[in-house]
C-alpha cells in the first residue's frame, strides 16, 4: 500500500514538473516575428518620366517621335529633363499641323536646321498655362544661342494663349501632360523660326585686296555706232590737218621761186 502510494506521488510530481518547464518555456522563448511591413510606393521623380512615353500615349505626334529619335534631340530633351532643377516644357506640333508644311519644307533646311527646329519647340523651364499670360517676351528656347536667339513671344485674351515665331502665330491647344517638372502642350502648326525660315540678308560683297590693281572699266562700241563715229572724226581731223599743212608748204616753194 505504501508502495502505491509513493509510484502515485512521484507521478504527480513528475506531472508537476514538466507543466511547470513548459509553462516557463513558454514565457521565456522568442517573441513571435513581427509582420513585414507593407510597401511604401515610390514618389515619382523626373528621372521616372520619359518623355517619348508621354508622347506616345497620347496617340497623334508620331511624326514629331520620328523626328526627336532619328535627329537625338529626344535623348537632349531627356537629358535636360532628368539633370535640371528647372524642368522643360514642349510645344508638340500634331502629325496633321507636320502634313500641313508646303512640300519640301524639311527636305530644304540642313541636319543641323532640322536639330535647330526640333529644339525651337522646347523651353529649358516648366511653365504652367497660366505663367505665359505673365512672362516676358521674347522667351528663349532650348534653341536660343546656336546660330540666332531663337526666341517666341506669348500673348493671351482671356484664357487662351497664342504663340508666335514671327512666322507663325497659333493658339496652344491644351495640355497633353502638365505636372511640374514636365509640361507638353499640343500645337496645331509646326513653329517654324525666323533664323532658319525667315528672309536672308543679302550677302555682303567682297573687299579688294591691299596691293590688287584697279581695274579700268572697257568701253564696248555701242548700238547706234557711237564709238566708231568717234573714231572716223578723228581721221578726218587728221586728214584736213594734212591737206593744209601740204597747202602752206606749196605756197612758201612758190613765193620763194618769185
Known sequence: MASVVLTILCAASFLFMAVRSDGVSLATGPAAAAAPAAPVAAAPSSGTLNITAVLEKAGQ????????KSTQVGNQLQIQLNNSQQG????????????????????????QDKMALLQYHALPSYYTLGQFQTVSNPVRTMASGNGGPFGMNFSSI????????????????????SQNP?????????????????PKAPAAA?????GAPMVTPTVSPSSDGSASSTSGCRSRFVSSNGV????????VGIVACL
Open 182 to 198: 514636365i509640361a507638353v502642350y499640343q500645337v496645331d502648326k509646326v513653329l517654324l523660326p525666323t533664323d532658319i525660315f525667315g
Open 244 to 251: 593744209a599743212l601740204a597747202v602752206a608748204v606749196l605756197s
Open 61 to 68: 505626334f508620331n511624326t514629331y517621335i520620328s523626328l526627336l
Open 206 to 210: 567682297p573687299t579688294p585686296e591691299a
Open 88 to 111: 522643360i516644357t514642349l510645344f508638340a506640333p500634331s502629325d496633321a499641323a507636320f502634313a500641313a508644311l508646303k512640300p519640301g519644307t524639311l527636305n530644304s533646311i540642313s541636319d
Open 158 to 177: 482671356g484664357n487662351n494663349v497664342n504663340v508666335s515665331t514671327g512666322i507663325v502665330n497659333v493658339a496652344i491647344s491644351g495640355a497633353v501632360y
